[in-house]
């Protein structure tokens, strides 16, 4: 048995300035590696944790930063664990996405489960790629307490997983605000759901991103 703690990444620029940020690379704002912090400080109260993964991406890996140096132990990266590849969406505003690409756009709004990003990944295919690594490296760390540092559709994706959802159910999935913590039990290539979008260590400084803006 694996437990695992997805956390999403802090507020990041993109989030800040209403960009599309898939692969690119964008940073932590100041409030964001606040509520970084916020949520180490959570982590360390609360749970036991032997190993860190993070998506190789600044926002991402960053956010894990605090917990990392707490405990003396070093951050994986992986680009396994990055936000969906948005091809040629990448750090385009949602209304110039709407204007130039307005079939696909439609899609990511109102079909997400089945959208793909003009030239990038689709929906399905992070699905994949995301719980395949997910599933791996907690085979890898039977017996221990895992976080990982993600984004916002890997969550999605990871909690459908463990709902027992292929990837046409991803839509059905509840959407995860910044810095927030979900935590998953992983055994016999199953994982089950403990606990979903936990963010009341953010206190005052929990965002909530407009529902439209998932990457």
Not at 25 to 47: I, S, V
Not at 56 to 72: C, E, H, M, Q, S
Request: charged share 25%; with cysteine.
């Amino acid at each position: 048995m694996t437990r695992i703690i997805l956390i999403r990444h802090g507020q990041s620029i993109a989030n800040f300035i209403g960009k599309f940020a898939g692969h690119s690379d964008f940073d932590l704002t100041e409030l964001g590696h606040r509520q970084a912090e916020l949520a180490a400080g959570y982590l360390l109260e609360n749970e036991k944790i032997d190993k860190i993964y993070a998506s190789d991406l600044l926002r991402a890996y960053n956010t894990a930063v605090p917990t990392a140096k707490a405990l003396g132990l070093e951050i994986t990266p992986a680009k396994e664990l990055r936000e969906i590849f948005a091809g040629e969406w990448e750090s385009l505003s949602f209304d110039q996405i709407k204007e130039r690409f307005p079939k696909d756009f439609n899609d990511w709004m109102h079909d997400f489960s089945n959208a793909r990003c003009t030239g990038g990944e689709s929906v399905a295919e992070l699905y994949e790629r995301v719980n395949a690594y997910v599933c791996k490296i907690a085979e890898e760390n039977d017996g221990k307490t895992i976080l990982i540092a993600t984004h916002a559709t890997p969550v999605r994706a990871v909690n459908c997983f463990a709902m027992g959802y292929e990837a046409e159910r991803m839509a059905d999935v509840s959407f995860c605000g910044n810095a927030a913590t979900n935590v998953f039990i992983y055994e016999n290539g199953k994982a089950t759901i403990e606990q979903s979008n936990i963010n009341g260590y953010l206190g005052e400084l929990a965002t909530e991103v407009p529902a439209k803006i998932r990457a």
